[in-house]
């Protein structure tokens, strides 16, 4: 059993692996965007650490990594210079939490020139969701704020205005190691190098149409579009004769337990749990290697132990690996992600 937590640098660690030693990459790297001012932040992964990840990977070995949308090019670029090849992109649909600020240019301007914006009133933001079986959704936590407009004839003008959209989605870049000869071939040499369909299917509920020639009875084939549930996203997809459009895709459960009780967990780019299981469950084999080159809180780590894959995760900062070693302890006592 590999189950291994390193501190370090990501391509300085994984040159001391050995070859073709790795069934998939499966990480949320750094987004380059600077979050939260942290410094690992500062732009994202360049080729040398694809480049070790893709030595390590048996040849046709997956390699999921997010990006957010902005930075998803670079990212992408980076990959494919390291010889990875880009096979597709999914997308994970999120509700920011309050995470933008109340970014309005109007307001800006009369920051800029000294003058005090007025309230009229109050906003709710930084609001958690939880999601239950039937994908109803429900407030934990809400703040009240004050809502601003600006003073100024200036900001006045300007009201309204701000710099981007909320961020809702990120991008999920799928690459794999090229394959030694036909995809068939490469899977029963090397193990790897195709998708676990059959397991990750979306199930049908009361809706099989029970035709097995054109259907499976394990459900729906999977998407390369997941959500979190929350009532923000749900909101977005269509409804049909009173349901929501949303049941035809993969729903990661954000637990409670996730963001913070027992293990104090304050990275500020936690995944769920469920999410990083299914992706460690789409691209691993039974019984495989799960390497995880930026691996922050751990959870990728602790998807990969709860499916039964072993694991290697790396971070620079020495906080984190000993965050993922609690948390990675914590799940493994028999708690779950539930």
């Known amino acids: 059993m590999t189950r291994e937590i390193l501190c370090g640098d990501s391509a300085a660690v994984m040159g001391s692996l050995p070859e073709a030693s790795v069934d998939a990459v499966v990480t949320d790297p750094p987004y380059g965007i600077n979050i939260k001012g942290k410094a690992w932040d500062s732009g994202v992964p360049g080729a040398e650490a694809w480049a070790e990840c893709l030595r390590v990977l048996k040849p046709g070995g997956h390699c999921l990594a997010f990006a957010v949308p902005r930075e998803y090019h670079n990212l992408a670029a980076a990959i494919v210079a390291a010889g990875f090849d880009i096979r597709d992109v999914w997308v994970w649909c999120r509700h920011n939490g309050g995470g933008m600020t109340q970014s309005d240019i109007g307001l800006a301007i009369d920051k800029r020139l000294g ?22 959704s429900t407030t934990t936590e809400c703040h009240a704020i004050p809502r601003l407009r600006p003073s100024s004839p200036e900001g006045r ?3 309204g205005w701000g710099p981007a959209f909320s961020p809702r989605y990120d991008f999920i870049a799928v690459a794999r190691k090229p394959l030694r000869g036909a995809l068939i071939d490469n899977v029963m040499t090397h193990g790897v190098g195709a998708i676990n369909i059959d397991d990750n299917r979306i199930p049908w509920g009361d809706e099989y149409p029970g035709d097995e020639h054109c259907s499976s009875p394990a459900g729906r084939r999977p998407t390369g579009i997941m959500h979190d549930g929350s009532q923000g996203v749900l909101d977005l997809f269509p409804r049909r004769g009173g349901k929501s459009a949303a049941r035809f895709f993969y729903c990661p459960r954000v637990s409670r337990r996730e963001r913070d009780e027992a293990c104090e967990n304050h990275h500020p780019t936690v995944k769920p749990i469920e999410l990083m299981r299914r992706l460690c469950r789409l691209v691993t084999p039974p019984e495989g290697l799960v390497l995880d080159p930026f691996c922050g809180s751990g959870t990728t780590l602790i998807a990969a132990m709860l499916e039964g894959f072993d694991f290697i995760g790396i971070d620079c900062s020495e906080e984190y690996v000993e965050l993922s070693r609690r948390r990675v302890e914590y799940y493994s006592e028999g708690s779950d992600a539930e």
């Open 157 to 159: 003008r300007w009201w």
């Open 115 to 136: 003058v005090e914006s007025e309230v009229i009133g109050k906003r709710c933001a930084a609001m958690m969701y939880n999601v239950d079986d039937n994908l109803r």
